[in-house]
């Protein structure tokens, strides 16, 4: 409950469909722990790059 629901996220552009709900998990507590503006950040540009490169699009 320490995080909101979002669009986007560290599984979604680090694997999106491709990965088992256990590995989503541990996107997810990577991102718990590691909370932050620079993960956003990276988080923001991992996504225009996956959306551009159509990456995870089925």
């Known amino acids: 409950m320490k995080v909101k629901p ?5 599984a979604q552009v680090n694997g999106g469909y491709d990965l ?3 590995e989503k998990i541990v996107w997810d507590i990577e ?4 909370r932050g503006l620079l993960i956003d950040l990276e988080i923001l540009f991992k996504t ?11």
């Open 20 to 22: 088992k709900p256990e």
């Open 6 to 10: 979002g669009l986007t996220g560290l």
């Open 31 to 34: 991102y718990i722990k590691h």
């Open 48 to 58: 225009v790059a996956v959306v551009f490169k159509h990456d995870g699009a089925k």
